[in-house]
């Protein structure tokens, strides 16, 4: 497996602008996490999902952050309007089960820019 | 209220010594925990983990000790490699949730070799 697939990479947007990040878990794997990552407050969990289903948002930091994952095969985190603190790198991470013993398998995340 | 804290943002050792990093979580509810590791720009990959009803687990080079009493855990490894240099992240999490893990700041590991 090719592991956890995040696109783009990279994204510079301006202010204002809609953006969506994207995450191919592993397959088989029923749970998908999204974290972001800054310098201020580390690596924070926003929302994840099990069996395709929300589970917990309480992370989301506002209503312009959304996720959703219409399948098992593809979550999108979408911020609109975007500001520049959203600036960050932004990581989908995939597990097979919830129990210990079932880490959680990262992408290599998106770097977000927000002029 | 940060719940896991790495109270270290660095650390440099010699090749072939030990490097200890060291955790400390304040939530009694965590059971289970992780170390991850992380090389620029990649996502972190997990390394090792410790249940609570554990005190100590090792995979080769790696050792995580777990100390419930004073909520305290490091990671010890031995020897130290030059490609061992990363940043690591010490994560807690309930057992029956471990997927849904609170992640310390990260401690940067310089290996010197």
């Known amino acids: 497996d090719a592991g956890v697939i995040q696109s783009p990479r990279h994204e510079v947007t301006e202010m204002g602008q809609e953006v969506t990040l994207r995450c191919k878990p592993i397959s088989g794997h029923d749970y998908l996490f999204w974290y972001r990552q800054t310098m201020m407050r580390g690596l924070e969990l926003l929302i994840y999902f099990n069996n395709n289903v929300p589970i917990d948002d309480s992370g989301m930091p506002e209503d312009r952050f959304s996720a959703k994952m219409p399948n098992a095969s593809f979550s999108t985190l979408k911020i609109q309007p975007s500001e520049p603190r959203d600036s960050a790198v932004y990581f989908c991470?995939?597990?097979?089960?919830?129990?210990?013993?079932?880490?959680?398998?990262f992408g290599q995340g998106t770097r977000l820019t927000v002029v | 209220d940060q719940q896991v804290k790495q109270n270290s943002p660095s650390l440099s050792v010699q090749e072939g010594r030990i490097s200890i990093l060291n955790c400390d979580y304040t939530n009694s509810m965590f059971d289970y925990f992780l170390w991850y590791k992380k090389y620029p720009a990649e996502g972190p990959t997990f390394l090792i983990s410790?249940?609570?009803?554990?005190d100590k687990n090792e995979d080769g080079r790696f050792t995580v000790f777990l100390n419930k009493s004073a909520k305290h855990l490091s990671l010890h490894i031995v020897p130290s490699q030059p490609g061992d240099s990363a940043v690591y992240f010490c994560?807690?999490?309930?057992?029956?949730?471990?997927?849904?893990?609170?992640f310390g700041d990260g401690t940067t590991l310089t290996v010197k070799p």
């Open positions: 410790i249940s609570s009803i554990k």
């Open positions: 994560a807690a999490s309930v057992y029956t949730n471990a997927g849904k893990s609170t």
């Open positions: 991470a995939s597990t097979p089960r919830a129990r210990g013993g079932s880490e959680a398998f």
